[in-house]
């Protein structure tokens, strides 16, 4: 029980503590609400514990076995995030027909963020170093890890796509949207430079 609570502990604070999804998450309530971006927090809810269920069966020994591997996702996460934060920059403003620019991240998109998500690889690595010991029965141990890892993503995707609905009360003309969007885009790259160095 004692760890458990240790695990339940340690991936609250991952998952509320801000970073590129939480980020995305309050951009996307403050643009579009809560429910257009119901997929895009299903998404991170399923796709994070699948990342870090493929990490405790083995795939970060990969990375481990080919650094270089390592370098490369750090640079392809990198420019990938420039390009979603240019995409939330110019997002949620309205065009010429009165419709809001831009839309939520799918359930697909989101799931598949997490592989080039720096943050998500910490905290997976992080809690396989913590939390599998060596020569534990690992499946056990692993679906553990990856359950609780679920069990708080939810709650997590939840409270901050809320807090971008409540910021968006404010957002009450598109210059001020224009603003707040790239302020968040610029923390979101901003969020990438201490895994550069």
């Known amino acids: 029980m004692e760890h458990v609570l ?5 991936a609250a604070v991952m998952a509320f503590t801000p970073g590129p999804n939480n980020t995305m998450l309050m951009i996307s309530g403050a643009n579009w609400g809560v ?5 895009h927090m299903l998404g991170i809810t399923v796709g994070f514990p699948l990342m870090v269920f493929a990490v405790g069966m083995g795939l970060g020994g990969f990375f481990e076995t080919y650094p270089v591997l390592h370098e490369i996702l750090k640079y392809v996460s990198f420019a990938y995030l420039v390009y979603l934060a240019w995409k939330l920059a110019r997002a949620g403003r309205h065009d010429a027909d009165g419709r ?5 991240m799918t359930f697909l998109s989101a799931a598949l963020f997490q592989w080039v998500n720096p943050k998500a690889w910490i905290m997976a690595v992080t809690a396989m170093a913590l939390f599998v010991p060596a020569g534990s029965a690992m499946l056990p141990a692993v679906l553990l890890l990856a359950a609780i890892f679920a069990l708080t993503s ?5 409270t901050w796509c809320l807090f971008g609905t409540a910021i968006s009360r404010f957002l009450d003309s598109d210059r001020r949207v224009a ?8 923390l979101l790259v901003l969020s990438m430079v201490p895994t550069l160095f």
């Open 6 to 10: 240790a695990i339940l502990g340690f």
């Open 35 to 39: 429910v257009p971006s119901v997929p």
């Open 100 to 104: 809001k620019q831009g839309r939520p």
């Open 154 to 158: 939810l709650p997590s995707a939840v």
């Open 179 to 186: 603003i707040f969007n790239a302020a968040m885009a610029l």
